[in-house]
């Protein structure tokens, strides 16, 4: 057998390893519950930042955020750990505890967009267990669970996943390294083809929108208190200043808000909290005020034409900060 038909067959036995690791990456992410690299929480949370590690900024936030400065060229230098709402305060803690473990320096701000309806989530839904408890595993996240917030139910949960990852093999799906490029291909792909969609309300949209014009006092939940103070914490042991801020909403949900006093309500009390800490603000209206409901496809999140205004009006308030 000569030299060359040697080679040949060394890079085929290697193109085809390679191809049936992918496979058995992408099985694995696919089939195994509470898997990582599975959703944005996963993807924040494990993913390499090593070469991002120097940010002027974060953004902390849920899903009305999420993706929105995805693909920006304004937003250099602004760390986007934007996530959902089933983690709490206490997940958005942790995250950011995790970025400054690998940070070259703190940034100067820290952003958190405070949705009202985020603060009321006590890590109580069905869905905490996939994007909180199997997710936040590290011996220090669990002790913060055990005696900050005393959930025994979470504790358990968040242990099992503990030892499900202490045992299981090492795997880049799970590691994010796969899953970042190809959810953000998809996402950059899903926004290019969706256009200027725009908001066809169903009713259950419509009912929820009703239901929550009717709210008239903004709950904070024992774990958002929690959260709040450990974000302050954080922060303030970083050298970084944290600026809370409302997210956008729909304009007819904002009206309904000022009418019952829910929104005095909810900026009284991020305020009260801002004042307690010197490096804390709180800035009491919408960086971005929608014009039309039909900017949000299901009467919580963008289309594509809200995403980037919301995107562009974020990046001009981060630099204003920055530069401050």
């Known amino acids: 057998m000569s030299s060359s038909t040697s080679s040949s067959n060394a890079r085929k036995f290697v193109v085809l390893l390679g191809a049936a ?10 089939s195994l519950p509470g898997n990582r690299g599975r959703n944005e929480v996963d993807h924040a ?10 940010g002027k900024a974060v953004v902390l936030s849920d899903s009305v955020t999420y993706g929105v400065l ?4 304004d937003a250099s230098g602004i760390i986007d750990l934007a996530t959902i709402q089933w983690i709490g305060l206490p997940g958005n803690a942790f995250l950011l505890s995790r970025y400054l473990e690998r940070a070259i320096r703190a940034p100067k701000v820290v952003v ?7 603060l009321s989530e006590g890590l109580n839904s069905p ?28 504790l358990e949960d968040m242990q099992a996943a503990q030892l499900e990852t202490r045992f299981s093999i090492p795997s880049h799906m799970r590691a994010g390294h796969v899953s970042r490029y190809l959810g953000e291909g998809l996402r950059i792909a899903k926004g290019k083809l969706g256009g200027s969609r725009t908001g066809q309300w169903g009713e259950e949209a419509r009912a929820k929108l009703a239901r929550r014009k009717q709210l008239t006092e903004c709950v904070l939940s024992n774990e958002t208190q929690v959260g709040l103070r450990e974000l302050a914490r954080v922060t303030a042991a970083a050298g970084s200043r944290l600026a809370l801020a409302p997210p956008p909403l729909p304009p007819e949900l904002l009206e309904g808000w000022q009418e019952t006093g829910y929104w005095a309500d909810y900026c009284s009390k991020l305020e009260a909290f801002a004042d307690l800490h010197s490096h804390v603000s709180f800035r009491d209206e919408p960086l971005y005020l929608p014009t039309e409901n039909s900017l949000f496809v299901d009467g919580i999140h963008f289309g594509a034409a809200g995403k980037d205004q919301w995107g562009a009006a974020l990046v001009t308030w981060i630099g204003e900060l920055i530069s401050e």
């Not at 958190?112 to 985020?118: D, K, L, N, R, T």
């Open 21 to 30: 690791i992918f496979a058995c990456e992408l099985t694995v992410a696919i």
């Open 45 to 54: 949370a494990s993913v390499d930042l090593t070469e991002r590690a120097d």
């Open 70 to 73: 995805l693909g920006r060229n």
């Open 112 to 118: 958190y967009v405070a949705s009202p309806i985020s």
């Open 127 to 154: 869905w905490t267990k996939q994007y909180f408890s199997s997710v936040f595993t590290r011996d220090s996240e669990i002790a913060f669970v055990q005696e900050q917030l005393g959930r025994p139910d979470l």
